[in-house]
């Protein structure tokens, strides 16, 4: 019996470009920008030989059959690995369906732990491409796996699965930190369908990207994101009522892609300032700091 858990950080993407028009799923994904945080998706795997295949999946302690990912990904490596009982334990740590990346996070750290548990000897970028086009076919994200292999806070330039994509990263990243007020889910998989938003992302959210690459800073960032989020046109009005007060404070906040989720990428003092005003301004609302993860996935521990 093996056992293997890991980390994948939750990402907050501020925009994007939809890049999914190659046959091959290796090669879809977004053109994008967004952080990834120091909190997100721990999965435990034990896979133990047994005469057939069978699965379960746990996410937070309640056992579910609607983790449609994770079943992808688990159907992936059946046909790479010999027959195993095979025990999932998602824990998350950030928000479920609500812009942070959980289902990639999930993907890939499923995907890397059972590679390790069921030594299936893939390399870290095999099994993190079997993540990738589990979350493509799922349509729950484009970039999102790539985001959590890699960490830090970045812009991705070419799309693709982790091997393929290749993206920059912002300088002096130590000193910031990530602000967010989370409200509630909007399904990523509706969103991705929807042929009229997919038409106003693509508008902008590649010229953005080229803006960034060439200079990219976190004030660059959440002007861009901001400007995105607008154009795109999902603004709630709880969104609204934060982005009007933080705006009036000179603090810029923008929409986590996609959630109904208010955040923004600030130095350490602005961060705790921000996070003060809006308990203050709306209270009954818990606005959450965290800092970026500069490491990606990694395995926190494993047993032969």
């Not at 995105?228 to 709630?236: A, C, D, N, P, Q």
Request: hydrophobic share 40%; with cysteine; net charge negative.
């Amino acid at each position: 019996m093996g056992t293997a858990t890991v980390f994948a950080p939750g990402h907050l993407t501020g925009l994007f470009q939809i890049c999914d028009q190659s046959a091959d799923p290796l090669q879809r994904g977004a053109r994008g920008s967004g952080v990834s945080l120091d909190i997100g998706v721990y999965t435990r795997v034990t896979a133990e030989p047994a005469d057939a295949t069978k699965w379960s999946i746990k996410i937070n302690g309640k056992q579910t059959g609607e983790a449609f990912v994770s079943e992808n990904v688990l159907s992936k490596f059946s046909r790479r690995i010999a027959p195993h009982a095979i025990s999932v334990e998602h824990h998350v740590e950030t928000p479920v369906v609500a812009g942070f990346g959980s289902s990639g996070g999930g993907a890939l750290s499923l995907a890397l732990a059972l590679n390790e548990a069921a030594g299936a000897g893939l390399t870290d970028v095999e099994a993190a491409q079997i993540a990738h086009v589990a979350e493509i076919e799922c349509k729950t994200g484009l970039g999102s796996v790539f985001a959590a292999v890699r960490g830090g806070f970045g812009v991705l330039i070419k799309p693709g699965a982790p091997g393929i994509g290749d993206a920059v990263s912002y300088p002096d990243r130590e000193s910031l930190r990530v602000v967010y007020l989370h409200f509630g889910p909007i399904p990523t998989r509706e969103a991705l369908s929807n042929p009229t938003l997919r038409t106003k992302i693509n508008e902008l959210g590649g010229h953005f990207v080229d803006e960034l690459s060439r200079r990219p800073t976190p004030e660059r960032f959440m002007r861009f994101s901001r400007q995105f989020t607008e154009h795109v046109g999902l603004i709630t009005p709880r969104l609204r009522a934060v982005f009007d007060k933080m705006d009036a404070a000179s603090y810029t906040f923008t929409m986590a892609m996609f959630g109904e989720v208010a955040f923004s990428v600030l130095e350490k003092g602005r961060a705790v300032e921000a996070a003060k005003l809006i308990e203050e301004s709306f209270p009954g609302c818990e606005a959450v700091i965290v800092g970026i993860d500069e490491d990606g996935a990694k395995i926190t521990s494993k047993s032969p």
